[in-house]
């Protein structure tokens, strides 16, 4: 069973910067692709980013692509999202969220029903 906790989030103005991240435990976390997702008051979970278990692939929304960065550091067993000039449109809460990948290593899912273990997710605020 592993376990996920986000950290890193806040109140920002627009324009600013956060970096989330997220410490897994209980399993191994190289095992897994890792993926951040975000979810609005009122609206759907949504995919954000995510990183493959090797070689460092990743995928972005079309609404984040240039602004965020995901990054892995397996020797930490921690993920990061680091965000750059953000919008309030971006104010959510953040989840991130583990996806076993077996084979190679380079999946990298975006939906939310690929992954097996979530996170309880830390707010973002992001003023105009």
């Known amino acids: 069973q592993v376990q996920l906790v986000e950290s890193g989030g806040g109140m920002v103005q627009a324009g600013g910067s956060l970096r989330l991240s997220c410490a897994a435990s209980?399993?191994?976390?190289?095992?897994?692709?890792m993926g951040w997702f975000r979810q609005a008051p009122g609206k759907e979970r949504e995919f954000v980013a995510v990183?493959?278990?090797?070689?460092?692939?990743?995928v972005y929304a079309d609404s984040v692509k240039g602004r965020f960065t995901i990054s892995r550091d397996n020797n930490k067993n921690t993920v990061y999202l680091q965000m750059n000039s953000l919008k309030p449109e971006d104010t959510a809460v953040y989840f991130c969220?583990?996806?076993?990948?077996?084979?190679?290593?380079?999946?990298?899912?975006?939906?939310?029903?690929?992954?097996?273990?979530w996170g309880q997710g830390t707010q973002v605020t992001v003023s105009s």
């Open positions: 969220a583990a996806a076993v990948a077996s084979g190679g290593g380079t999946r990298t899912p975006i939906e939310t029903y690929k992954y097996n273990y």
């Open positions: 209980g399993g191994t976390f190289s095992n897994y692709a």
């Open positions: 990183i493959s278990k090797n070689y460092g692939y990743t």
